[in-house]
C-alpha cells in the first residue's frame, strides 16, 4: 500500500463500480474488525447500491469506504451499513470524511437523516458518528436496534441504532 503522505492532499471519494467488489471484499477482510460478508455482498452493493456508498482511493489503492441504502421504510434516510479504512491509511479523517461526502452526494442530499447500528462497546464508531454530527450541525440520537438475541444464538452484542438528523440543507 502506497503511503497516504506525498505530495497529493489525500484520497479521491468515488461511487463504487462493480470491478470495486472484490477489493472492497478484500479490504473488509484486511480491517478484520467488521461483519465479514461474502464477495457476493459487495458485488451487489458496488453494483445496485452505488448511489448510497463510496469508495475512498489514494493512488490507485482503495483506502476507505462506506456502504449504505436508502431503507424502503425510512426513504428519508440513509442507513450507513460498514465504514472502513485500511490499517495504514487511519487516523486521517477518512472515516468521516466518507460520511460527510455521502451525505454531500445525491442521494445524500434527498435524505433527512444519516443512521446505523452500532455496539455500545464500539467506542470508535460512536466518536467517527458523533463527530460527524458535529460536522453536520445536526443532533445525535440513540434509539433501540436489534438486541442480542436477535443474531441467532451468535455471541453478537446488542446494536443501537444511531440516527442523525434532521440534516441541515442548505438554501
Given amino acids: 500500500m502506497t503511503e497516504l503522505d506525498g505530495p497529493t492532499t ?4 468515488r461511487k463504487p463500480t462493480i470491478s470495486d467488489g472484490a ?3 478484500r479490504l473488509v477482510r484486511e480491517i478484520d474488525v467488521l461483519d465479514d460478508n461474502s464477495c457476493y455482498v459487495y458485488l451487489l452493493l458496488c453494483r445496485d447500491f452505488a448511489d448510497t456508498c463510496l469508495v475512498a482511493e489514494f493512488q490507485g489503492a ?3 469506504f462506506v456502504t449504505g441504502y436508502v431503507p424502503p421504510t425510512r426513504p428519508d434516510s440513509i442507513f450507513v451499513w460498514q465504514v472502513g479504512v485500511a490499517p495504514q491509511a487511519r487516523r486521517r479523517g477518512i ?3 466518507l460520511l460527510l461526502q455521502l451525505v454531500a452526494s445525491e442521494a445524500g442530499r434527498r435524505a433527512q437523516y444519516l443512521e446505523a447500528t452500532v455496539s455500545p462497546s464500539n467506542a470508535a464508531s460512536r466518536r467517527l458518528f458523533q463527530a460527524a454530527a458535529d460536522a453536520l450541525g445536526a443532533p445525535l440520537n440513540v434509539h433501540r436496534g436489534f438486541d442480542r438475541d436477535h443474531f441467532a444464538g451468535q455471541d453478537h452484542e446488542e446494536e443501537e441504532l444511531i440516527r442523525i438528523g434532521p440534516l441541515r440543507k442548505a438554501g
Fill in 10 to 13: 489525500g484520497p479521491a471519494f
Fill in 23 to 25: 477489493p472492497l471484499w
Fill in 62 to 64: 482503495l483506502v476507505g
Fill in 95 to 97: 472515516a468521516q470524511q
